[in-house]
Nanobody
């Protein structure tokens, strides 16, 4: 089992950058495929990005490609989301999530993830 705690959210102007972090508990972080999701007010939670165990494979939703970068530091049990050129439509609560331990393939679906953090608010002003 793994516990996840996000940090790094805040208020930023359009065009600015933020780096989200997700600290994971446990000794086997490197055996979890990880993802970032977001939920804007009144909308469903949506997939943003995912990364494989060792970080060699990543996938992004089209709306963030070229602007966001997902990465991980397995030695530090931490997942990151670097967000550049932020837009007002990126405003949402951002959640990190972990798949069940040992699953090697990536998932773009909420139901593919077993563990969730509490979320961190990102607000982009125009």
């Amino acid at each position: 089992q793994v516990q996840l705690v996000e940090s790094g959210g805040g208020l930023v102007q359009a065009g600015g950058s933020l780096r989200l972090a997700c600290a994971a508990s446990g000794r086997t972080f490197s055996r979890y495929a990880m993802g970032w999701f977001r939920q804007a007010p009144g909308q469903e939670r949506e997939f943003v990005a995912t990364i494989s165990w060792l970080g060699e494979s990543t996938y992004y939703v089209d709306s963030v490609k070229g602007r966001f970068t997902i990465s991980r530091d397995n030695a530090q049990n931490t997942l990151y989301l670097q967000m550049n050129n932020l837009k007002p439509e990126d405003t949402a609560v951002y959640y990190c999530a972990a798949r069940a331990e040992g699953l090697t393939y990536l998932s773009l679906s909420l139901t593919g993830y077993d563990y969730w953090g509490q979320g961190t608010q990102v607000t982009v002003s125009s």
